[in-house]
Structure formats: C-alpha cells, structure tokens
C-alpha cells in the first residue's frame, strides 16, 4: 500500500515539476534541471504503479544505499 502512494507522489511531482519549469522558462536559469527531473520523476512513477513489487524492491535498494555509513 506504501509503495502506491510513494508511486502516486512521484507522478504527481513530476507533473508539477515539469509544469513549473515551462511555467518559469524566463525567469530561472536552471529550466532544464527541473523539466528532466519532472520527467524523471514521472516515468518513476508510473513505473511504480505499474510495477508495484518491482517498485518495492527499488526504494529500498535506493534506500539502503543512501543511509550512511
């Protein structure tokens, strides 16, 4: 059930994201860092909801990985 609303988050900052950064395509220097990682984000998302065990998996190694030491 987790896994859903982390999928749904995802999608829903990744549609947010690449919103702002056409919204914003004069005003912020650094548009095309935030329109890739809205799509990046958005393909992870839909991924995760598709996939919900294989998206399970992922999150954890991610998180494993960035724990410390």
């Keep these: 059930m987790l896994i859903l609303v982390v999928g749904a988050w995802a999608v829903v900052t990744g549609v947010l994201e690449s919103a702002a950064a056409v919204r914003l395509r004069r005003e912020v220097p650094g548009r095309r860092v ?3 990682a809205g799509v990046v984000s958005l393909i992870a998302g839909v991924i995760i909801l598709a996939r919900p065990a ?7 190694i991610g998180r494993g990985m960035s724990s410390p030491g």
Excluded: D, N, S, Y
């Design 34 to 36: 935030l329109a890739i």
């Design 54 to 60: 294989l998206g399970a998996v992922v999150v954890r």
